[in-house]
C-alpha cells in the first residue's frame, strides 16, 4: 500500500518513510514543537530510524 503524503518532500534519507524520490510514505506526519517562533524550533515528529541508518 502506498501511503505517500501529496505535496511533502522529504529528503531525510535515514527515516523508515522516505523513499528514493524524496516522498514520505508515512500516510500522516506531526509536526511540532508547540511553541515553535522559527523554522528551526519546527521537526517532523513521524521520524523513525530505518533499518539501515545505522542510528538505532
Do not use: Y
Not at 8 to 16: F, R, T, Y
Not at 32 to 49: L, P, R, W, Y
Request: charged content about 25%.
Amino acid at each position: 500500500m502506498n501511503n505517500e503524503i501529496k505535496g511533502i518532500s522529504c529528503e531525510v534519507q535515514n527515516c523508515k518513510f522516505h523513499d528514493k524520490d524524496n516522498n514520505c510514505l508515512a500516510g500522516h506526519i506531526r509536526v511540532g514543537d508547540k511553541s515553535a517562533t522559527s523554522v528551526s524550533d519546527t521537526n517532523c515528529q513521524t521520524f523513525e530510524c530505518s533499518d539501515t541508518c545505522g542510528c538505532r
